[in-house]
């Protein structure tokens, strides 16, 4: 088989895996390899489900021994197979970087032979990569369950960041569709990566030649909609994850169906991608603004309004915080406010050592008022000049008409996602063959 025909076969059966994720490293040219990876990221252009394209996303086989029910390279499935070898990918990876077609890579791989053989080949993709070609940009691995923790040892020194795909988010679930895995052989290399990391970051305090482990953390990715479970369960999932393994982020991949299986939802399913856009943002609420999953949804309310993103149906539903006095509040409350984030609300703060704040001034400080002027007094008023008594209870938040405003966010998506590819974009079809054959 053509390397050519390679590469559509093993790029394409690569994009379910979610890869939206800027480098988190800072890694310098030492002057006589190739590449950069900087800590700012090096996403800059995304398809319409909001994946990164600027890595080079390939499995190296789509061969797999394993048949879990929602891959499309389950052992059973009759697609049409291909396989790398280390020297053939690592070629491919450093021609299409010296031509500018991508800026980074995002490796993983169906199961072949047994979890060992197929992390083996991995490690030794990267070597070349990295000790060959001494390429010095972003590498995103994905590691095996089941293989070897000194296999994962190697490959952590190799990559930048380190992923173990939990897949579905509860173990009920996957003992239906996934029988050849298990929880713990997820979570095992998840505790492994997280110690090693750990350790790293002690030897590189003593040792400033230690080589760097995964310095740019690990991830993780759950499948949404192909199983009963709620939202409820996800976040609570995602919650402990974040707590007990550091992870970077965890991923939400709307399911698409791929096949003909009783135990999923039809091929006519359409993915629930507003689903997944509030598990983001609900994510986001999580890491950034102090928020717990079960402040979020409850046992009684186990799936987010489809209406109203995440934060905003929180303020409605607990109308006894506001209306908040913005030139009294604390920090924390104001990341509470729908239209106030991270940064307007450290402005507030700022600001308003020096000066009493009114809604103009919030508006130039990055407030979002079209959202936050339903829960904010400025010096005891509201944006129409009303005063009104910090502590008399918002009711009006409860209104069909705030909620109507709140939700005219205007969130819309493709009914279907589309992940760009090489092959259809620029370069031409006739470039990259060229490329491939080291005619360019």
Not at 8 to 13: E, K, R, T
Not at 38 to 55: E, Q, T, Y
Not at 212 to 234: E, H, L, N, V, Y
Not at 409 to 414: A, L, R, S
Request: with cysteine; aromatic share 8%.
């Amino acid at each position: 088989m053509e390397t050519f025909e390679k590469l559509q076969i093993l790029g394409d059966s690569a994009k379910y895996d979610a890869a939206c994720t800027s480098s988190g490293v800072d890694r310098k040219n030492t002057g006589d390899g190739l590449g950069n990876s900087a800590s700012c990221g090096i996403c800059h252009s995304f398809a319409a489900d909001g994946r990164c394209i600027s890595l080079l996303k390939v499995l190296m086989t789509n061969y797999c021994i394993y048949d879990c029910k929602y891959c499309i390279n389950r052992k059973s499935n009759d697609v049409p197979r291909a396989r790398f070898e280390p020297r053939e990918l690592a070629e491919i990876v450093i021609n299409f970087y010296k031509r500018n077609y991508i800026e980074g890579l995002f490796l993983s791989s169906g199961i072949i032979k047994n979890p060992d053989y197929t992390c083996e080949q991995m490690i030794e993709t990267l070597s070349i990569i990295r000790h060959e070609y001494k390429f010095n940009g972003y590498i995103h691995a994905k590691a095996i369950p089941g293989a070897d923790p000194e296999l994962l040892s190697r490959l952590g020194t190799l990559a930048d960041r380190m992923s173990v795909n939990i897949e579905l988010p509860s173990e009920q679930s996957l003992q239906k569709l996934a029988p050849d895995k298990s929880k713990r052989s997820i979570l095992l290399p998840m505790h492994q990566i997280q110690t090693k990391i750990r350790e790293n970051s002690t030897e590189l305090v003593r040792y400033k030649t230690a080589p760097k482990f995964a310095p740019a953390g690990q991830s993780t990715q759950m499948i949404i909609g192909a199983t009963p479970d709620t939202d409820f369960q996800i976040l609570r999932l995602s919650e402990a994850l974040y707590n007990k393994f550091s992870l970077k982020r965890v991923f939400y991949s709307a399911y698409i169906p791929v096949g003909d299986e009783k135990l999923l939802p039809s091929k006519d399913t359409k993915p629930p991608l507003l689903r997944e856009h509030r598990l983001y943002q609900a994510d986001w609420l999580l890491r950034f603004y102090g928020f717990r999953a079960e402040e979020l949804l409850d046992e009684k309310h186990q799936q987010f309004n489809p209406l109203l993103d995440p934060k905003s149906n929180w303020a409605v539903q607990h109308p006894e915080h506001f209306p908040l006095e913005v030139n009294r509040a604390p920090y924390e409350m104001l990341l509470r406010v729908p239209g106030i984030g991270v940064k307007s609300a450290g402005r507030i703060v700022a600001a308003r050592r020096n000066c009493t704040l009114d809604f103009a001034a919030l508006k130039k400080l990055g407030v979002v008022l079209k959202r936050a002027q339903y829960f904010l007094l400025c010096n005891g008023r509201r944006p129409d000049g009303l005063i009104v008594n910090e502590n008399t209870i918002a009711t009006h938040l409860m209104s069909d008409s705030t909620v109507k405003q709140l939700s005219a966010e205007g969130v819309y998506f493709n009914d279907e996602p589309e992940q760009l590819s090489f092959f259809d974009q620029q370069p031409t079809l006739e470039d990259m063959q060229k490329c491939l054959t080291g005619q360019m």
